[in-house]
């Protein structure tokens, strides 16, 4: 299918807004919803039967040629078939006319996407890891999501409704003005509309192709280096010497207390279980619910705390060097998983990436091997080793003493003269600059062969045998800041 492409000076924005269903709107949400997941498990099972068909026959011998032949999985295909299909299986004959014809087409949408994202990954034409087959979805975990494409899609004129097709017109927490001036004023065209289960609540997420200037920054000669950590959320220093530091709020270290509390009213009550037919009780899903709203109001403060940080700085520098920090590998660490987690490195990467292109500035990534810590800001010299528990930054070579984030910050900060582009809007690319030393993986290994060698049995070395550690070494050419 092909992509849609807005016109010149248009870009496709999403506006999302908290719904306020009452009783008989939110039965009908969760319909739709369910409607969309029946549909994806129906075209799993009407592809995926076909397969093992096929594996049967061959097993019993039956030439290629005779073989059922592959049933396909494009968007029209799935269509065309589950139409024929829904008025003559049991499962759907008795309800399918109670939704709208857009949830079911969301679930096969989904399938077929499912479906070509397995093929391009087992021929290689998928980057990213190997994706396995689809699966069916489960009704107690699969997310609640509904996508309308065709239809009465629209923000009401009151600015304090929305109108869907089939649900009709429900209240929303929030004004939609910002979406509604855009709409009348001829600048903003709704494409379509997204309805989702989350945190505990119902959105709404329209689409819109909305004419958007690029605005310009506070500061677009200054660059500005940040360093991610979790004793300190972020160091930002910039090309003209200010140094700030945002502190780390640790939302979830605040909320375990009452978690742990909350936890404790749940593992007392008579939770559900599958594997003896049991239910859950009506305290337990009271207390559950408790439970789940603790957690929502962490990763809503998560949320907005993150908004607020990415959004001052990509409307403040003109160039913004960040870290391609590798954070599914710091998660395996068991003593910081969670402060990490907490932080949100990932987050905040994506959101400066796509707040810089509205803004017209740019975004530079150094590489994932960049030695910011032991890299001295002053003269440039690399230490050999620099352990997490020495929080303070002493070159050897020139006597510089500076904390350890600020002097990653600066030089951070250093690698925007060494980036390329031109730092205008059109240059909307990610930007990566490569190590100083030139070197692009780790230069030697985290432990160790136990390999037998010449050393003696085990693999084990001698004492004069081993390595010496090398001691710091200066650049060939030094990072400036100013």
């Given at each position: 299918?092909?992509?849609f492409?807005?016109?010149?000076?248009?870009?496709?924005q999403?506006?999302?807004?908290?719904?306020?269903?009452?009783?008989?709107?939110?039965?009908?949400?969760?319909?739709?919803?369910?409607?969309?997941r029946?549909?994806?498990?129906?075209?799993?099972?009407?592809?995926?039967?076909?397969?093992?068909?096929?594996?049967?026959?061959?097993?019993?011998?039956?030439?290629?040629?005779?073989?059922?032949?592959?049933r396909?999985?494009?968007?029209?295909?799935?269509?065309?078939?589950?139409?024929?299909?829904?008025?003559?299986?049991?499962?759907?004959?008795?309800?399918?006319?109670?939704?709208?014809?857009?949830?079911?087409?969301?679930?096969?949408?989904?399938?077929?996407?499912a479906?070509?994202?397995?093929?391009?990954?087992?021929?290689?034409?998928?980057?990213?890891?190997?994706?396995?087959?689809?699966?069916?979805?489960?009704?107690?975990?699969?997310?609640?999501?509904?996508?309308?494409?065709t239809?009465?899609?629209?923000?009401?004129?009151?600015?304090?409704?929305?109108?869907?097709?089939?649900?009709?017109?429900?209240?929303?927490?929030?004004p939609?003005?910002?979406?509604?001036?855009?709409?009348?004023?001829?600048?903003?065209?709704?494409?379509?509309?997204?309805?989702?289960?989350?945190?505990?609540?119902?959105?709404?997420?329209?689409?819109?192709?909305?004419?958007r200037?690029?605005?310009?920054?506070?500061?677009?000669?200054?660059?500005?280096?940040?360093?991610?950590?979790?004793?300190?959320?972020?160091?930002l220093?910039?090309?003209?010497?200010?140094?700030?530091?945002?502190?780390?709020?640790?939302?979830?270290?605040?909320?375990?207390?009452?978690?742990?509390?909350?936890?404790?009213?749940?593992?007392?009550?008579?939770?559900?279980d599958?594997?003896?037919?049991q239910?859950a009780?009506?305290?337990?899903?009271?207390?559950?619910?408790?439970?789940?709203?603790?957690?929502?109001?962490v990763?809503?403060?998560?949320?907005?705390?993150?908004?607020?940080?990415?959004?001052?700085?990509?409307?403040?520098?003109?160039?913004?060097?960040?870290?391609?920090?590798?954070?599914?590998?710091?998660?395996?660490?068991?003593?910081?998983?969670?402060?990490?987690?907490?932080?949100?490195f990932?987050?905040?990467?994506?959101?400066?990436?796509?707040?810089?292109?509205?803004?017209?500035?740019?975004?530079?990534?150094?590489?994932?091997?960049?030695?910011?810590?032991?890299?001295?800001?002053?003269?440039?010299?690399?230490?050999?080793?620099?352990?997490?528990?020495?929080?303070?930054?002493?070159?050897?070579?020139?006597?510089?003493?500076?904390d350890?984030?600020?002097?990653?910050?600066?030089?951070?900060?250093?690698?925007?003269?060494?980036?390329?582009?031109?730092?205008?809007?059109?240059?909307?690319?990610?930007?990566?600059?490569?190590?100083?030393?030139?070197?692009?993986?780790?230069?030697?290994?985290?432990?160790?062969?136990?390999?037998?060698?010449?050393?003696?049995?085990?693999?084990?070395?001698?004492?004069?045998q081993?390595?010496?550690?090398?001691?710091?070494?200066?650049?060939?050419?030094?990072?400036?800041?100013?």
């Open positions: 299918m092909k992509k492409q807005p016109q010149s000076g248009f870009v496709v999403a506006f999302r807004f908290a719904l306020d269903p009452n009783a008989t709107q939110e039965r009908a949400l969760r319909s739709h919803c369910g409607a969309a029946a549909a994806y498990n129906w075209a799993v099972g009407w592809v995926t039967a076909s397969w093992w068909q096929r594996r049967a026959e061959q097993s019993y011998g039956i030439p290629e040629a005779e073989l059922t032949q592959w396909p999985w494009s968007l029209p295909a799935l269509r065309k078939a589950f139409n024929a299909a829904k008025r003559t299986e049991a499962r759907f004959a008795g309800w399918w006319e109670d939704n709208s014809k857009e949830a079911y087409s969301t679930g096969l949408a989904n399938a077929a996407a479906f070509d994202n397995y093929s391009k990954s087992k021929q290689g034409k998928r980057r990213g890891k190997k994706v396995g087959a689809p699966r069916f979805k489960s009704k107690r975990k699969a997310g609640l999501s509904c996508r309308f494409t239809g009465t899609i629209r923000v009401d004129t009151d600015g304090r409704h929305v109108t869907l097709p089939r649900l009709g017109t429900i209240r929303v927490h929030e939609t003005g910002k979406l509604l001036d855009r709409v009348q004023a001829g600048k903003g065209r709704i494409l379509s509309a997204t309805v989702r289960h989350e945190r505990g609540r119902w959105f709404v997420a329209f689409q819109v192709e909305t004419a200037e690029i605005k310009r920054v506070a500061r677009p000669g200054t660059a500005v280096g940040i360093d991610l950590g979790v004793k300190t959320l972020a160091v220093a910039d090309s003209t010497g200010e140094i700030r530091a945002v502190p780390n709020p640790r939302h979830l270290d605040s909320a375990l207390t009452r978690l742990r509390r909350a936890s404790r009213a749940v593992s007392r009550r008579q939770g559900p599958r594997r003896a037919g239910k009780s009506k305290w337990w899903e009271k207390a559950n619910a408790a439970r789940n709203r603790v957690h929502h109001r990763a809503n403060l998560r949320a907005d705390a993150l908004h607020k940080l990415t959004t001052a700085v990509a409307a403040e520098y003109g160039t913004i060097v960040v870290e391609d920090l590798n954070v599914a590998g710091m998660l395996r660490n068991r003593r910081l998983a969670r402060r990490i987690a907490d932080a949100g990932g987050e905040i990467r994506r959101q400066l990436t796509y707040k810089t292109r509205r803004n017209g500035c740019r975004i530079v990534a150094a590489d994932r091997w960049f030695p910011s810590s032991k890299t001295c800001s002053g003269c440039g010299a690399v230490k050999a080793k620099l352990p997490l528990h020495i929080r303070t930054y002493e070159c050897d070579a020139c006597g510089l003493v500076l350890r984030d600020d002097n990653a910050a600066r030089n951070l900060a250093a690698l925007a003269a060494a980036a390329t582009g031109t730092g205008v809007a059109g240059d909307q690319d990610t930007v990566k600059v490569s190590k100083p030393r030139g070197a692009d993986q780790k230069t030697r290994a985290t432990r160790p062969s136990r390999k037998a060698g010449t050393g003696r049995a085990g693999g084990a070395t001698l004492p004069h081993r390595q010496t550690e090398a001691r710091d070494r200066t650049q060939a050419e030094a990072l400036t800041l100013w």
